[in-house]
């Protein structure tokens, strides 16, 4: 028997409606990827911005609670302890896109350069790392990344660490499957009837063609890092002492009477965080779509 | 393989938890460093000999997996006499399962209707914009998903209770467990519409439908009695999969809408460091997890005989 | 931090929200003041209840009450859990204790018949009402009142804070079948409000036998009280039921079920959308509504508990008094009070509230200076600067500011909302280091040491000899309840002293003095009186017609802590 599923085969064929825009990424690819570059500049330069401090008190003496709407002082309102929402959101870019970053890139690395072995070498090796993923992928994420948490602390790094760890499986699965599929390839044959090294085959000729697939899979991979950091912060659980959408988005939510009350505090950071996951989801979707890349073994 | 995936997870939690933490401190508190106090004294050997702190870490892991796959999950870290961990997990289990089951249920419901729906107008406005909503489905996190389920239909229009009552009668739990099942269930349809919707473009090119078609056989008759049912391996995959991701789902909804599933126990458990009650609750979900796979296998070769695994 | 500590996870940890207090109650705090003068128009004084006595309805007997909790509990039994707040509510529906709190704020019998100390107030013997038993059938005697004395004594958690005032052995002899004489330490004048707290309740020998055997009974308490155990699902509900026979009048309601919701907002939805009968909270906004509310009967108190900082001093740089002087000028406390207390809890400034006999109106809680922390910093790191703090492991100061830890409970929004202001505020002077914990964690932790600053909440004893074990040297040790850990033995004789006397001018000029000691340690800063209420909604009446039988009216809510022997529903 084996626990090794039927995997998800979704749009084999290139979906009709995508026909018309073959080859081309499209507009809407552009304005995420726009979407995306206003986030990392955000991000970067938030301190430079002419945005509020972020953890500044905006009381204002004899007026009843702190919270208050958006204004045109603050655009989208000021929290609990009126802290201005829109510049802590920009602040919030900060942890999500470092934090997607960092993981992405580690999983990509580890998992992708376990995969390739995997997929070239076959035999005991293919075997170990293969169960290595699977045992991963029998953790639900979420449930993996909690556990982590606890047991270790909750920097920056470690948090984008842990969420790396869960992008190692899908994508050491995907990276072993396009490796298998292009080392029977002829170019691979023939380089190795010259008598190419290993080394040189695996770096000069299969990376290159694992790397684009890769590529795609790492903007979505980024997004779900993206949002399990949220999850993560929502639950009180990520990275210390930093302005984080999900813990901005727990703020807001910790009762309903907020919720009713003050929906800004909660709903302006859930915007932004969509926005950005929705953009790397889409950006990703067309990166496949022009690759065409078939999502085996995801 | 199942067997000794599962035996490699459980080695591995149970590792982590051990290595990582205190157990006599969690168990005991101040008390477990009170060694001048002999009735402390007393207690922390009580506590060793119950808990087997003072056998060796695979020893220890023996005791626990031979307990475990007997039905016995050990005993919740804790002075206060809080139940076993088997008989919290089973008072906790069935609102998960339920809740999953009808998350499962709606998304199922919903998305092959809207699968029809797009499939039979491809490419037209409908379609299109139903492909944009699953978009914005997939992209929502669960958490904000939520949130905003609940802030519009409990808290604006009030359709739906706030929070779940364990001791209301069943029908009344079910339906506040609905707009919580809505929360799993919504972005889980969006994934199988898109699915279903593709399969179903590809199947209605196809010879056969071109030809029933042809012989003037009505469109909804095309689309339910033929069509779909090429889609349907993909699909029960797919739903087999997404149980899987529904799971970590349920820990943020559970939290939310304060259900006691055993999502919101593992937080809980987590939290206080109660490592019993972690490693039951990760081991249930692998093996869960581990047998729906299996599960999906066999349906899968006998829905179609052509696979030969 | 005081002014609500609370997770947004809906988890048992919450509860121990209230072990940290809980100990403060074990030591007998489920009350005010018991001198109080009937407190003002402050906003914090206990409603008019006669709202529910006017309507002078004959009681009705049947319905179930619901009663939502602002935390579960993590057992039931008296004699191992620490009982918090919610502890109490729902302990009282089932146990007795020995005296209760009377209205006009004195001490008197409930199970016991009479007290009466010995000529030098060390040993006090307790006569027990005949006929009275338990809800298994056992009777209430001599030996079921020592069987649980010394089981909550030699507890090793609730036990710390029994210990210090009693001998080893022979702290509780039975003299016959129905009389116990208790033997103390210390002469004490004031000990019978010992015995209202969880030190009084009276669990079943029966029972106590069955859970030493059987840990899962502690989730199944039995007692002699109005009501018996009939279910519990943890973290959700627990339900009582009528005691058809109870020994001090007739119950009227079938059932009472208690409802943990540890969001305040959830909480007071159900309460409006006839989803709760009752409820209790210290969520400031919760309480506004509450007040604004006109068909809603509140019981408030907010003179038995107080919110603070709490510094340990045992440890570099906070033995050093500057350095924690410092830390409460820095502290923002006005920002604290505005922002997380909304203004609608009293400002603290000691550990007893302006109507108390005790008050002392000399005493100023030092905060919102930071300039004054600047210079005592600067001292003490020019002298001490490379001193290490052991809890960090790093020197004292480093550029000048002084390295701390603050500990806080987590996750919790609110927590993490009052931690960012104090390290804002403090700030100035010091390097924060959080260290973010679960509740348990933070007490154990707090318990051995291991903390420089947190934020607490206890203190205001039904009698104020009852808070002296948070602040006598014979409470430090490895394992502390003297959580400062700070020891001056002119506090020792101040309060000794005054519990030791029957004069009220020497008392109350004791416990003025003991205001003043606390505030020149500088260990603790005040932040705020937490203020508590119990809400009921109008069908619920006659919660506060509760009479001993002798006919003595008591006192029916304190602390977030109401009795339902009486109380009834009209339908």
Redesign the interface.
């Known amino acids: 028997?084996?626990?090794q599923?039927?995997?998800?085969?979704?749009?084999a064929?290139p979906?009709?409606?995508e026909a018309a825009t073959k080859k081309t990424l499209g507009i809407g690819f552009w304005v995420c990827i726009g979407w995306l570059l206003v986030m990392v500049f955000v991000a970067v330069f938030a301190t430079r911005l002419p945005i509020p401090d972020p953890k500044f008190n905006f009381i204002e003496p004899g007026q009843a609670g702190p919270s208050k709407g958006p204004s045109t002082a603050h655009w989208f309102g000021t929290d609990k302890d009126a802290r201005d929402v829109f510049a802590r959101t920009m602040y919030g870019a900060r942890v999500s896109l470092t934090v997607g970053f960092i993981a992405i890139v580690f999983g990509m690395f580890v998992g992708g350069t376990l995969g390739i072995l995997a997929g070239f070498f076959r035999g005991w090796i293919d075997r170990i790392f293969s169960?290595m993923f699977?045992?991963l992928l029998?953790?639900?994420?979420?449930?993996l990344a909690?556990?982590?948490t606890?047991?270790?602390d909750r920097k920056l790094f470690t948090i984008s660490m842990i969420l790396g760890v869960l992008a190692v499986a899908p994508v050491g699965r995907l990276a072993r499957a396009t490796t298998m599929q292009y080392a029977e390839r002829e170019f691979v044959i023939a380089a190795r009837s010259l008598g190419a090294k290993n080394k040189r085959i695996i770096v000069r000729e299969l990376l290159p063609n694992v790397a684009i697939p890769m590529s795609a899979l790492a903007l979505l991979g980024m997004?779900v890092a993206i949002?399990a950091e949220?999850?993560l912060a929502?639950?009180g659980l990520s990275v210390e002492r930093s302005i984080t959408w999900?813990g901005m988005?727990q703020l807001g939510?910790d009762s309903?009477k907020t919720?009713?009350n003050q929906?800004w505090i909660?709903?302006f950071p859930?915007g932004v965080?969509?926005l950005t996951?929705?953009a790397l989801?889409?950006a990703g979707?067309r990166v496949r779509t022009y690759f065409d890349v078939k999502e085996t073994s995801l | 393989?199942?067997i000794?995936?599962?035996f490699?997870?459980s080695a591995?939690?149970f590792g982590?938890?051990n290595v990582?933490?205190d157990p006599l401190?969690?168990i005991?508190?101040?008390?477990a460093?009170?060694t001048?106090n002999p009735?402390?004294v007393k207690?922390i050997e009580k506590a060793k000999n119950d808990y087997n702190l003072d056998k060796p870490l695979p020893i220890r892991y023996g005791l626990w997996i031979s307990g475990f796959v007997r039905g016995d999950m050990g005993v919740q870290f804790?002075?206060?006499?809080?139940?076993?961990v088997t008989?919290?997990l089973k008072?906790r289990i069935p609102r998960t399962v339920t809740l999953l089951i009808l998350g499962q249920l709606i998304a199922v419901l919903v998305s092959i209707p809207w699968a029809l729906l797009s499939a039979s107008r491809?490419?037209k406005f409908v379609?299109?914009l139903s492909?944009a909503t699953t978009?914005?489905l997939?992209?929502?996190?669960?958490?904000?998903l939520a949130?905003?389920l609940?802030?519009l239909f409990?808290?604006?229009l009030g359709w739906f209770?706030?929070?779940?009552?364990?001791?209301d009668p069943l029908q009344t739990r079910l339906f506040q467990m609905l707009l919580p099942g809505f929360v799993i269930g919504l972005p889980a349809a969006a994934i199988y519409q898109?699915?279903l919707r593709?399969d179903l473009?590809?199947t209605l090119q196809e010879d056969f439908i071109l030809m029933a078609r042809s012989k003037g056989v009505s469109k909804p008759r095309i689309l339910f009695k033929h069509a779909l049912r090429p889609s349907m391996f993909?699909f029960i995959?797919?739903v087999?999969?997404t149980t899987?991701?529904l799971?970590?789902?349920s820990?943020?909804v559970e939290?939310?809408f304060?259900i006691?599933g055993i999502g919101?126990t593992?937080?809980?458990a987590?939290?206080?460091?109660d490592f019993p009650v972690?490693l039951a609750?990760?081991m249930i979900?692998?093996t869960a997890?581990?047998l729906i796979?299996?599960l999906?296998?066999v349906v899968?070769t006998i829905i179609d005989p052509r696979?030969h695994? | 931090m005081g002014i609500k500590e609370r997770s947004?996870?809906?988890?048992?940890?919450v509860a121990f929200a209230a072990a940290a207090l809980s100990l403060a109650l074990i030591a007998g705090a489920c009350s005010s003041d018991s001198d109080t003068e009937p407190v003002g128009t402050t906003g914090a004084s206990t409603d008019d209840t006669t709202t529910v006595t006017e309507v002078a309805a004959t009681p009705v007997d049947g319905g179930t009450l619901r009663y939502g909790l602002e935390a579960d509990v993590?057992?039931l039994?008296p004699t191992?859990?620490a009982f918090s707040a919610p502890g109490y509510v729902m302990g009282h529906a089932v146990f007795d204790t020995l005296a209760r709190v009377a209205e006009d704020g004195s001490i008197v019998p409930y199970l016991a018949e009479s007290f009466t100390p010995s000529a030098d107030f060390k040993s006090w013997t307790v006569k027990l009402r005949p006929g009275i038993k338990f809800h298994d059938g056992a009777d209430l005697n001599a030996d079921a009142v020592v069987k649980a004395f010394l089981l909550q004594q030699?507890a090793?958690?609730v036990g710390l804070a029994v210990r210090p005032f009693y001998p080893e052995t022979d702290a509780a002899v039975k003299i016959d079948d129905l009389t116990v004489q208790f033997n103390q330490l210390d002469a004490n004048q004031y000990w019978p409000s010992a015995l209202t707290s969880q030190l009084g309740m009276m669990p079943s020998p029966l029972w106590l036998d069955a859970?030493a055997a059987?840990?899962?009974?502690?989730?199944k308490p039995v007692g002699t009280g109005p009501f018996m155990f009939d279910s519990r699902?943890?973290?959700?509900?627990t339900?009582f039921v009528k005691n058809p026979s109870y020994w001090n009048g007739s119950v009227h309601l079938d059932a009472v079920?208690f409802?943990p919701?540890p969001?305040s907002a959830?909480l007071l939805?159900?309460f409006n959308n006839d989803?709760l009968d009752a409820l209790h909270t210290t969520d400031q906004t919760a309480i506004k509504d509450l007040k604004d509310n006109g068909t809603v009967t509140n019981l408030l108190d907010d003179t038995a508990e107080e919110s603070f900082q709490m510094i340990n001093s045992q440890n570099p740089p906070f033995d050093d008094v500057r350095v924690r002087q410092a830390l409460a000028y820095a502290t923002p406390k006005a920002k604290i009070l505005e922002l997380i207390g909304l203004g609608v809890s009293r400002p603290a400034d000691q550990m007893f509230t302006p109507e108390s006999p005790f008050f002392n109106p000399a005493v100023k809680q030092d905060a919102d200076e930071p300039d004054k922390a600047l210079p005592l910093v600067a001292a003490y790191c020019a002298e001490k600067g490379t001193t290490i703090n052991p809890l960090l492991n790093k020197p004292t100061c480093t550029d000048g500011k002084v390295n701390m830890e603050y500990q806080f409970v987590g996750?919790s929004v609110v927590g993490l909302r009052t931690t960012e202001i104090f390290e804002e505020g403090w700030s100035v002077a010091f390097n924060i280091t959080r260290d973010e914990v679960?509740q348990?964690?933070h007490?154990?932790q707090n318990?051995?040491g291991q903390s420089n600053v947190i934020g607490w909440r206890q203190f205001g004893a039904i009698d104020p000899w009852a808070d002296s074990v948070w602040l006598l040297c014979r409470t430090v040790g490895?394992?502390s309840l003297n959580w400062p850990r700070y020891c001056d033995p002119a506090r020792d004789t101040l309060l000794l002293d005054a519990q030791n006397t029957d004069d009220p001018a020497k008392r109350s000029e004791n416990y003025k003095a003991l205001a003043q000691n606390m505030h020149d340690a500088y260990t603790y800063i005040f932040i705020n009186h937490t203020l508590w209420t119990n809400s009921f909604n109008e069908n619920v009446r006659g919660t506060c017609d509760i009479k001993t039988l002798e006919g003595v009216a008591l006192k029916c809510s304190n602390a977030g802590l109401t009795f339902l022997d009486t109380t009834w529903l009209d339908q």
């Open positions: 028997m084996s626990t599923t039927p995997t998800t085969t979704e749009a064929a979906e009709p409606g169960f699977l045992v029998s953790f639900p994420s979420l449930v909690i556990m982590l606890a047991l270790l997004a949002v949220g999850g929502f639950l999900g988005i939510s309903s919720l009713q929906p909660a709903f859930i965080l969509f996951v929705f989801n889409f979707d | 393989m199942a000794t995936l599962l490699a997870v591995l939690t982590a938890m990582l933490g401190f969690n005991l508190g101040p008390i460093r009170d001048s009735k402390s207690l804790s002075t206060d006499g809080q139940p076993p008989e919290l008072e491809a490419d379609d299109r492909t978009f914005m997939v992209a929502l996190p669960g958490f904000a949130i905003i609940k802030y409990a808290i604006r209770p706030l929070t779940y009552r364990a001791l898109r699915l593709t473009i590809t993909s995959t797919v087999g999969l899987g991701a799971i970590g789902g820990i943020v939290t939310v304060r006691p919101s593992l937080v809980e987590v939290l206080r460091h972690v609750i990760v979900v692998a997890f581990v796979n299996l999906i296998d899968y696979v695994r | 947004t996870q809906r988890r048992r940890g993590d057992g039994n191992t859990s030699g090793a958690l859970a059987d840990p899962t009974l502690n989730q699902t943890a973290d959700n509900v339900r079920e409802y919701v969001d959830d939805d159900l989803g996750p679960n348990q964690d007490i154990q318990a051995l490895p394992i």
